[in-house]
């Protein structure tokens, strides 16, 4: 008994894991040029988004601000979606058979990306690679201010508790 819940630590803990490297892949594939740094200039600290806004060519490319809840609320169906079709997918594998596992699953699993957001791909990659710089703003010293990548973790603690208690209930109901 005590073996099999290792093994399921375990499994839940690797499925986590490919899961978090793949977010950072679609992190890498989603940098690399101006036109595709732009999707996320809501993320660049502000001196860099005003610049980017003021830029000749770029500026005309920035995209419309979108709210903090219209973000948010993409967000909670995004991943409530991923998540829903993950446990799914997993459910017997991942030993989701009730509402409580599934949502502390979830839970954990949520709040993990958002901590592996933040340090891995936020403050260890995003900082230091040059696919997310603008190419008239090449010097790294503009893209270290951490503030946006934080203020995001904060607002992902109470947006993965709702994605938890929602893709549990989705998951158990099937």
Not at 36 to 60: A, F, H, M
Not at 85 to 108: D, H, I, Q, R, T
């Amino acid at each position: 008994m005590m073996r099999e819940k290792r093994l399921l630590i375990k499994e839940k803990i690797m499925i986590a894991a490919v899961f978090y490297f793949l977010y950072w892949g679609v992190c890498f594939f989603g940098t690399g040029t101006d036109r595709k740094n732009l999707i996320g200039l809501r993320s660049y600290p502000d001196e860099v988004q005003t610049r980017v806004q003021s830029d000749p060519q770029l500026g005309q490319a920035v995209p419309k601000a979108k709210s903090t809840a219209a973000i948010l609320l993409s967000n909670l169906l995004l991943f409530t979606v991923v998540f829903s079709v993950l446990g799914l997918a997993l459910k017997s594998v991942l030993g989701l058979n009730n509402y409580l596992s599934a949502f502390w699953y979830f839970l954990a699993f949520g709040e993990g990306l958002g901590l592996f957001d933040l340090l891995v791909i936020d403050l260890l990659w995003w900082r230091s690679t040059k696919r997310i710089r603008f190419s008239f703003l090449p010097e790294k010293k503009y893209y270290q201010n951490p503030k946006k990548h934080i203020e995001s973790f904060w607002r992902g603690i109470p947006l993965f508790a709702a994605v938890a208690a929602l893709s549990a209930l989705i998951v158990t109901a099937f």
